[in-house]
């Protein structure tokens, strides 16, 4: 058996492994980990609007504000499965080995690489389902268009395990949707929470689209993250206005 062929045998399904685990990494080295810092920031920020939406809708039973609570608790667990599993690819990530005048990089981790698309594709199914009840509530939906719509989003949460950016792209169209209806909203009465609301879901929209380059340079996983992150902290000061706004009504 020749040189090479040992080779082979020996490292193939490591490196195969590797070349999986590669796809789902776009982070420059230096980011590793900042970037589920940022992910949890923005976990703690959705469930916490989820919270303020859920005490709405039990004062005011108004079922939007139920959605709402529905759409951001699904976004916020999509964040912590992303970090999940960041976090594992990363405390995991690359040993390299010198053999002779190879380097040879590998990893050395033990469980199968299903571990990880199944984090990136429940992050990826339970983002696009928030999204989704978020757009409902200004697109009232039909049954019929609900399992539709269900569907569309699982085959292209599915075939976005080997083309990154039809996820992304998705996201996008449903953000610049639900960023119109709050612009709207506030071209209607010019609240300037509608007017937060509306910018905040803007930069979201705006990471979404650096996020479809992101193979271009790493560099623009950096910047999409921290665009993102701009995004969801600009929700919570908003929803976190609107509750003090309403307890000062109250007093009065």
């Known amino acids: 058996m020749t040189y090479r062929a040992v080779f082979h045998k020996l490292f193939k399904p490591k490196l195969v492994f590797l070349k999986a685990m590669i796809q789902l990494v776009y982070s420059p080295k230096w980011f590793y980990g900042k970037d589920i810092i940022i992910d949890l920031i923005s976990v703690f920020a959705l469930l916490l609007i989820a919270f303020f939406s859920a005490k ?41 080995k010198q053999l002779g005048l190879i380097m040879l990089t590998y990893t050395t981790l033990k469980s199968s690489n299903l571990l990880f698309f199944i984090g990136f594709l429940m992050y990826r199914v339970l983002m696009l389902l928030g999204l989704y ?33 039809i996820f992304h792209m998705t996201a996008l169209i449903l953000l610049y949707i639900i960023t119109s209806e ?5 071209k209607r009465n010019k609240l300037p929470t509608n007017k937060w609301l509306a910018s905040s879901f803007a ?24 665009v993102q992150l701009m995004g969801y902290a600009g929700l919570l000061i908003t929803f976190i206005k609107v509750l003090k706004d309403g307890k000062k009504k109250g007093k009065k």
């Open 182 to 186: 709050y612009l709207k909203n506030f």
């Open 56 to 96: 709405y809708y039990s004062l005011k039973k108004n079922k939007n504000h139920l959605l709402l609570a529905i759409s951001f608790v699904l976004m916020g667990l999509s964040f912590l499965f992303k970090a999940i599993t960041n976090f594992t690819i990363y405390s995991n990530m690359l040993q390299t």
């Open 133 to 165: 009840l978020l757009y409902s509530i200004y697109h009232k939906q039909d049954k019929a268009n609900l399992i539709l719509i269900i569907y569309l989003i699982m085959i292209s949460t599915y075939f976005s395990r080997s083309a990154y950016y």
């Open 203 to 226: 930069l979201i929209t705006i990471s979404q689209a650096i996020f479809i380059f992101i193979k271009i340079h790493t560099l623009l996983y950096v910047i999409a993250e921290l």
